[in-house]
Nanobody, 118 residues
Framework: QVQLLESGGGLVQPGGSLTLACAAS????????MGWCRQAPGKERELVGS??????NYADSVKGRFTISEDNAKNTVYLQMNSLKPEDTAVYYC?????????????WGQGTQVTVSS
């Protein structure tokens, strides 16, 4: 079974930085796409960004502030969050899309809380 373990969440002041990590149980080469979503109370889940074969994409709300990177040797994907705003407060979920015979299945991490507040 695919396991995604998230870490790095916590409390940070506005304008501060935080880095989240998502460690996979197997080689990240097994996945077509890895990325991050977030969900704030009372809001729908929002795509933050993704990485596929080294190419990254970001939501407009985080573009220029967040960076996704990968370390193949550690089977880990990172989300570096800079210039954090209160509206970034949410539970952040890592995902990994694994290929199947005819489609891909999306695997999810357990989520980690990020709170931006003074």
């Amino acid at each position: 079974q695919v396991q995604l373990l998230e870490s790095g969440g916590g409390l940070v002041q506005p304008g501060g930085s935080l880095t989240l990590a998502c460690a996979a149980s197997g080689s990240i080469f097994s996945f077509n796409v890895m990325g991050w979503c977030r969900q704030a109370p009372g809001k729908e889940r929002e795509l933050v960004g993704s990485i596929s074969r080294g190419s990254t994409n970001y939501a407009d709300s985080v573009k220029g502030r967040f960076t996704i990177s990968e370390d193949n040797a550690k089977n880990t994907v990172y989300l570096q969050m800079n210039s954090l705003k209160p509206e970034d407060t949410a539970v952040y979920y890592c995902y990994a899309d694994a290929p199947t015979y005819r489609d891909s299945v999306r695997n999810w991490g357990q989520g980690t809380q990020v709170t931006v507040s003074s």
